[in-house]
Nanobody
Framework: QVQLVESGGGLVQAGRSLRLSCAAS????????VGWFRQAPGKEREFLAL????????YLTDSVKGRLTISRDNAKNTVYLQMNSLKPEDTAVYYC????????????????WGQGTQVTVSS
């Protein structure tokens, strides 16, 4: 397993942007596939974005395409989730998760999880 720490959440007004960070320690993070999920109160954890290890292939779920971008900085062992044009319905706890090699879009594909960072979007 790898230790993950999310940061960058907070309270923002609708229409603003946030960049979430997912930092790993003690591993060569570039070989890991990393996903971002979110969970709103009373709802199931929702997949948002994925960046594959080594190839850096990215995938975004349709509902966030055009507003969210996933990227990584291997020198900093960090994966980012850039979120633009935020909406109140984006309010949730955001989690990053990591998997060695390939990963899909379900939570079960990932073996390591961060503690989550709260994002609250006010109208």
């Amino acid at each position: 397993q790898v230790q993950l720490v999310e940061s960058g959440g907070g309270l923002v007004q609708a229409g603003r942007s946030l960049r979430l960070s997912c930092a790993a320690s003690g591993v060569t993070f570039s070989s890991f596939s990393v996903g971002w999920f979110r969970q709103a109160p009373g709802k199931e954890r929702e997949f948002l974005a994925l960046i594959m290890g080594r190839s850096n292939f990215t995938y975004l779920t349709d509902s966030v395409k055009g507003r969210l971008t996933i990227s990584r900085d291997n020198a900093k062992n960090t994966v980012y989730l850039q979120m633009n044009s935020l909406k109140p319905e984006d309010t949730a706890v955001y989690y990053c998760a990591a998997a060695v090699g390939w990963a899909g879009r379900t939570p079960e594909d990932f073996g390591s999880w961060g503690q989550g960072t709260q994002v609250t979007v006010s109208s």
